[in-house]
């Protein structure tokens, strides 16, 4: 099996999904969801959030899921080797956090289950 080249780091309520170590963040965005499983929300945005951008040459992407009471802060986005368009790039990082069919999405594959509970 192949290793997988994604980190995930987990600290005091906070996951952070990203390709390099240390997460930096040179463009983002922010939405608010339910209480879900923060770690495969991280991830379902983050192939997201890959597919969208992957044209933006020198990209890597980062995804933080914070909680906070009622729910979770997610910060999507990451950073960028090199000069880019960074209007565009945020607008087109809000514009996935916004979409109500990807959001439907992320939130069905991470409901917290009873077992969780």
């Known amino acids: ?8 780091i987990r600290n005091e309520g ?3 999904h990203t390709r390099r170590l240390p997460a ?7 939405t608010t969801f339910p209480l879900l499983r ?16 992957k044209g933006l040459r020198g990209f890597s992407p980062v995804v933080e899921v914070r909680t906070q009471e009622g729910g979770l802060v ?8 090199g000069p ?3 209007t565009t790039t945020q607008s087109v ?9 990807k959001r439907a999405r992320w939130v069905a594959r991470s409901q ?6």
């Open 74 to 81: 997610v910060r999507a986005g990451g950073s960028v080797a």
């Open 38 to 53: 923060r770690g495969r929300l991280a991830t379902q945005i983050r192939q997201d959030l890959w597919r969208a951008l």
């Open 24 to 30: 930096h963040f040179d463009v983002s965005a922010e």
């Open 93 to 101: 990082i809000a514009d996935l956090l916004a979409d109500t069919t």
């Open 14 to 16: 906070v996951v952070t």
């Open 112 to 117: 917290i289950t009873q077992s969780e509970v």
């Open 1 to 8: 099996m192949a290793q997988s080249r994604w980190h995930t």
């Open 84 to 86: 880019f368009p960074a």
